[in-house]
């Protein structure tokens, strides 16, 4: 974590605490998470849509490698709120407090996609977001393929800007797959979570 980060830690986890008994719920990432990550993190439901598939043991290590000596990022575990086992990951990355912007990822095993948990990681990593960090807008790229991410994320608040749509390459070297920007600002989002109350 970058050093400017550090500031938001303390405030960061004090709101994830009051996130625990909801269906499923985010928690900064600790290394004793990361071996349960790496457990159901090859589960290729997860990677369905992906460009790159993370379903085999070293596609996942280099992934996860990446993921966690990035810098300019916040690092969550999604657990499951009645068990508290390790269901998933989200991230908040390429944060730019200047810009005020940053991208999001999530990814849950397959036994718990399809049972609206997406939309209460959702809310807690927005919360983060925008009541911790005061972004103004918080965006991902997604493949025009994963038409149920797309469709979750426009029903929750979500926005597409069609001038920022990308075609981004695969592991299929003659194929690129376009991807739609889709983002939400703080505005947005403050009318998702009254409408979730």
């Known amino acids: 974590m970058d ?14 605490n009051s996130f625990t008994q909801q ?8 290394a004793e ?3 349960a ?9 997860i990677w369905r ?5 993370k379903d085999t043991t070293d596609a996942f290590d280099s992934y996860f490698a990446r993921v966690l000596s990035d810098s300019d990022c916040l690092l969550f575990t999604v657990k499951c709120g009645s068990s ?25 095993t397959g036994a718990y996609q399809g049972k609206g948990l997406n939309r209460f990681i959702k809310l807690q990593l927005l919360a983060v977001a925008f009541d911790v ?3 103004d807008e918080v965006y991902c790229y997604v493949s025009e393929d994963n038409q149920p991410s797309i469709k979750s ?16 390459p695969t592991r299929k070297s003659t194929k690129e797959i376009p991807q739609h920007y889709i983002f939400i600002t703080a505005a947005n989002f403050a009318i998702a979570s009254k409408a979730d109350k």
């Open 3 to 16: 050093k400017y980060l550090e500031k938001y830690a303390v405030a960061t986890e004090s709101l994830c």
């Open 23 to 30: 269906n499923a719920y985010i928690a900064p990432l600790v």
């Open 33 to 35: 998470d990361v071996a």
């Open 37 to 45: 990550l790496k457990t159901i993190g090859m589960d290729p439901n």
């Open 49 to 53: 849509f992906a460009r790159f598939p």
């Open 84 to 108: 508290h086992d390790v269901i998933g990951f989200t991230r908040l990355k390429n944060i730019d407090v200047v810009a005020k912007k940053a991208e999001i990822g999530t990814w849950l």
């Open 133 to 135: 960090l005061q972004l």
């Open 153 to 168: 994320l426009l029903k929750f608040g979500f926005e597409v800007d069609a001038s920022k749509q990308r075609l981004s």
